[in-house]
């Protein structure tokens, strides 16, 4: 079993950039597809970015797509997700999480999650 933690989280004004992490431990997670979601208040955990086991493949959601980077370091055990150009709505409780399932982006398909992480963006 993979145990994840994520940090990097905080309040910053829209424009600013942030890069989350997620640490891992327990296994390797040069195995697992690991992915980026999201929950704000009220709202569904929604899919934010992941990217596949072997070979790097990433995949966005529309909403971020451009201004989000995810990015691995097996190495590290560890995956990021930069933020670049954040937005209002870019406000939420960032989880990391991890599924053996290549093109997973249904949270219902990643098991093993982390805690989360605060990002607030001011206007």
């Known amino acids: 079993q993979v145990q994840l933690v994520e940090s990097g989280g905080g309040l910053v004004q829209a424009g600013d950039s942030l890069r989350l992490s997620c640490a891992a431990s327990g296994r390797a997670i040069s195995s697992y597809t690991m992915g980026w979601f999201r929950q704000a208040p009220g709202k569904e955990r929604a899919f934010v970015a992941r990217?596949?086991?072997?070979?790097?493949?990433?995949s966005y959601a529309d909403s971020v797509k451009g201004r989000f980077t995810i990015s691995r370091d097996n190495a590290k055990n560890t995956v990021y997700l930069q933020m670049n150009s954040l937005k209002p709505e870019d406000t939420a409780v960032y989880y990391c999480?991890?599924?053996?399932?290549?093109?997973?982006?249904?949270?219902?398909?990643?098991?093993?999650w982390g805690q989360g992480t605060q990002v607030a963006v001011s206007s």
């Open positions: 990217i596949k086991a072997s070979g790097g493949i990433t």
């Open positions: 999480a991890a599924t053996n399932i290549d093109y997973a982006t249904n949270h219902q398909n990643y098991p093993y």
